[in-house]
């Protein structure tokens, strides 16, 4: 399984970005999908994810309210649409899925993207 993500970049804080993350035409409602992120120093945190066959949402805490996670099947591809960005929200971002997780923590994501920068200037 591979993903591939894109989008990452600096902004200026108040900004958006959209992340993308393509999956080699896997049907993607048929995985747990998640973003996560790290920052130097940081624990890979889980931000967004979608799971189990009614496509329930989590978001953390830190991004509910400024960032929404999406798919579509038809393109094989997941995003995170990211509004208001914050310095605090610079970090490497993770796109990853799963075929079972129960929910958002890293340990119970099995295939991972190679990471993208997301850098917030204030």
């Known amino acids: 399984v591979q993903l591939v993500e894109s989008g990452g970049g600096m902004v200026q804080a108040g900004e958006s970005l959209t992340l993308s993350c393509t999956t080699d035409?896997?049907?993607?409602?048929?995985?747990?999908i998640g973003w996560f992120r790290q920052a130097p120093g940081k624990e890979r945190e889980g931000i967004a994810c979608i799971t189990g066959d009614d496509r329930s949402t989590y978001y953390s805490n830190s991004v509910k309210g400024r960032f929404t996670i999406s798919e579509d099947n038809g393109k094989h591809t997941m995003y995170l649409q990211m509004n208001r960005l914050k310095p605090e929200d610079t970090a490497v971002y993770y796109c990853a899925m799963a075929l079972w997780p129960r929910g958002c923590t890293a340990e119970e994501y099995e295939y991972w993207g190679q990471g993208t920068q997301v850098t917030v200037d204030s």
């Open positions: 035409n896997l049907i993607v409602d048929r995985f747990g």
